[in-house]
């Protein structure tokens, strides 16, 4: 696609609940970003992936927070167990490489609300 | 203390202004970023510099490596200029992730 991809764009959910959200990175990119931002906050790094890997999941808060990408192009953010404090706006990005050389496309993001 | 600061935190200016936007880092890094972010919107990369100066339109971005310190600038401000406006930088410690300021709101008066 011509940019990064996001959905759902808004998502309401019960406390307890599982969630997923999706990223679709631009084709060909093969360094993909998630990254959590709260109310009056810059966004904080959740999980990068380099192809099919994770190759840095050091940001993720907890073993309720899980991420794939299977084929190496769309990405799945899980939640499992939701909590109020998961409430925030995610952000995915992408970018042709991961050396940060070519810079990097967001997504608009998926709000998140736990209730 | 945070890796990545910006001040001001909140700015706002009459139409026509000068603005600067300040971001100072404490750690080495292989670029930074400059990316600006509406409300309910996602955020759009203005700049990546890792040294010298850009230049787009309104906006200028500086750096000084060895100083730390970087600067957004946008000439002759317009209304919808209004936005929040975050720093970040990359190659920390080797990493390829971004590491972000908190973020400067503008806002543009007419």
């Known amino acids: 696609g011509a940019g990064v991809s996001q959905t759902p764009s808004n998502k309401v959910t019960e406390k307890g609940k599982y969630v997923e959200l999706r990223c679709d990175p631009i084709s060909g990119h093969t360094a993909l970003y998630w990254y959590r931002q709260s109310l009056g906050q810059g966004p904080e790094f959740l999980i990068y992936?380099?192809?099919?890997?994770?190759?840095?999941d050091s940001g993720l808060p907890n073993d309720r927070f899980f991420a794939v990408r299977p084929e190496g192009s769309v990405s799945t953010l899980k939640i499992q167990r939701t909590e109020r404090g998961d409430s925030a706006v995610y952000l995915c990005?992408?970018?042709?490489?991961?050396?940060?050389?070519?810079?990097?496309?967001f997504g608009s993001g998926t709000r998140l609300t736990v209730v | 203390k945070n890796e990545v600061e910006q001040s001001p935190q909140n700015l706002t200016a009459q139409e026509g202004e000068f603005i600067t936007i300040n971001c100072s880092y404490s750690v080495g890094i292989s670029a930074l970023h400059w990316l600006q972010q509406h409300p309910g919107g996602g955020i759009v990369s203005l700049f990546m510099?890792?040294?010298g100066k850009k230049k787009h339109g309104r906006l200028i971005a500086t750096i000084n490596i060895q100083e730390k310190h970087s600067s957004l600038h946008i000439t002759a401000s317009h209304p919808r200029d209004s936005a929040v406006y975050i720093c970040a930088v990359s190659g920390v410690q080797g990493a390829q992730k971004l590491v972000f300021g908190q973020g400067t709101r503008l806002t543009i008066n007419p």
């Open positions: 510099l890792s040294s």
């Open positions: 992936f380099q192809g099919t890997g994770a190759a840095d």
């Open positions: 990005a992408s970018s042709v490489d991961g050396f940060s050389n070519y810079g990097y496309t």
